[in-house]
């Protein structure tokens, strides 16, 4: 190296070492989170024709609702909100602990293996090979690769965090890393309890629900909590609240998230429903403390366009969290129960809360890993879209499920397909905007000369 290139090392900003550190990681499990975004939209599109043009490809059995509407679950939570999270996660630990990533390349092996085991899950849903299990739809086989891949990954961000500069972590760093952690928890004790331990029938559902509830009330809620309390925090607000607030809430949801998601008319003991109603009150009490720490820290945030997005998927939580809190209770939880509301509510809180977060701070992110950044006339579009997508797929289904009768729940469904369609293209204009902001990058910094020019010089040499 000439004595050129170790000044210029010598005096590049700590931050910008940091950014490169995460670049080739970032944009490889972001690029692989928008494509099953996409994948996720289509298929999601197409479940919601089947239900109400259910003559459509009715002798094409892998495109029946019953295995494409679980499949493009699985295309969105895992393939989606998982990815985008994992790489996220891996920017602001970095940057939180003042350090480069630790073990890059364990991210690139995990992530591969990760996308292996969300396809080869996807393919099996739609071959048939599907388990039954609400939380669980993928074949037992594809859990240990999923879990294999998330370990990989896991390594890296755990070394990460924990060779930071700063001793003391912040409430951001609280929740990434025990996300981190939990994720693998609770899906291996999901597979061996049910795989291994062979429980059966309805013990295998309550297992499952156990998995659904830390899925979502933990793992994703604590990784767009994260991401808001590190963005938030960067403004002076959060030293006058302090760390009370955010360390109460921290404690309550991991403590009473991790317990119930028992419905009120499962076939199972009368104790197992009453204690996830219990739960859900005191889970609600850390929902409006850390509601509160948020609001409070947003108060001195910028008005960038990505801080707008954290609001109003800050806002879309907290109608989420008081929704779920009044139906959790028996005498209002029985008219949602067998409809459309229930799944209408979980599809708000995945997009309009952690997917809307999490698209947030990607666009923040990416123009400090690539020289040539997104358009920002496309991405207004597509976030207008994205918006009007989940609002429109989930808010009149969620409204018709309550009121039902079946001129009501089929109004519900043909607006679900409308959204549906504004979120296809909402992930095609994304993917694009992307895909465009990489290639250009990559001609406008001549990687690819720079690359020749150096095997030619060692030619000369040699």
């Not at 998230?257 to 028992?262: A, D, E, K, N």
């Not at 806002?315 to 229930?342: C, Q, R, Y």
């Not at 040539?372 to 496309?378: A, M, N, R, T, V």
């Not at 609002?391 to 289904?397: K, Q, T, V, W």
Request: proline letters at 3%.
């Amino acid at each position: 190296m000439s004595s050129e290139s170790k000044e210029g090392e010598a005096n590049k900003d700590p931050r910008d070492v940091v950014d490169d550190s995460c670049k080739g990681p970032f944009l490889f499990l972001a690029f692989s989170a928008i494509i099953w975004l996409l994948v996720y939209s289509i298929f999601s599109m197409l479940s919601g024709v089947k239900v109400h043009s259910y003559g459509m490809m009715v002798d094409t059995a892998w495109l029946s609702y019953g295995r494409i509407q679980p499949a493009s679950q699985l295309a969105l939570q895992y393939g989606f909100l998982v990815q985008l999270g994992l790489a996220i996660s891996a920017w602001i630990l970095s940057h939180r602990g003042k350090t480069v990533l630790v073990d890059g390349g364990y991210l690139y092996f995990g992530g591969l293996i990760w996308n292996v085991g969300v396809t080869l899950g996807f393919v099996g849903i739609l071959s048939g090979g599907i388990s039954g299990l609400e939380g669980l739809q993928m074949p037992v086989h594809v859990i240990p690769i999923l879990l294999t891949g998330y370990v990989l990954v896991g390594v890296s961000l755990v070394q990460t965090n924990n060779r930071r500069t700063d001793e003391q972590m912040s409430p951001a760093q609280w929740f990434l890393f025990t996300a981190t952690l939990w994720l693998p928890w609770i899906l291996g004790s999901a597979y061996l309890l049910i795989y291994y331990f062979k429980a059966k029938g309805v013990m295998a559902n309550i297992v499952d629900w156990w998995f659904m509830q830390n899925f979502s009330k933990v793992y994703l809620t604590f990784i767009a909590l994260g991401v808001c309390s590190h963005f938030f925090s960067l403004s002076n607000s959060y030293r006058l609240i302090g760390r009370g607030y955010a360390l109460f809430a921290f404690w309550i949801l991991l403590l009473f998230g991790s317990i119930g998601g028992v419905s009120l008319a499962a076939p199972v003991p009368a104790w197992l429903p009453a204690l996830s109603t219990v739960t859900s009150v005191f889970y609600f009490i850390g929902i409006v403390s850390i509601w509160y720490v948020l609001y409070h820290m947003q108060n001195g945030a910028s008005a960038e366009d990505n801080i707008s997005l954290m609001r109003l998927g800050l806002i879309v939580f907290g109608v989420v969290s008081i929704l779920n809190f009044l139906f959790a209770f028996p005498m209002m939880g029985k008219s949602a129960e067998f409809t459309t509301f229930g799944p209408s509510i979980e599809l708000l809180f995945n997009l309009g809360f952690v997917g809307l977060v999490l698209l947030a701070s990607f666009y923040y992110i990416f123009p400090h890993m690539v020289k040539f950044g997104l358009s920002p006339k496309i991405t207004k579009i597509q976030n207008i879209i994205f918006i009007l997508g989940f609002m429109i797929a989930s808010l009149p289904s969620a409204l018709g499920g309550l009121m039902s009768g079946d001129a009501v729940l089929g109004s519900g469904f043909y607006f679900s397909s409308v959204g549906d369609l504004f979120l296809v293209f909402a992930s095609l204009l994304l993917f694009l905007n992307f895909l465009y902001a990489i290639i250009m990058s990559i001609k406008t910094c001549d990687c690819l000369s720079q690359l020749f020019s150096k095997e030619q010089a060692k030619e000369v040499e040699a």
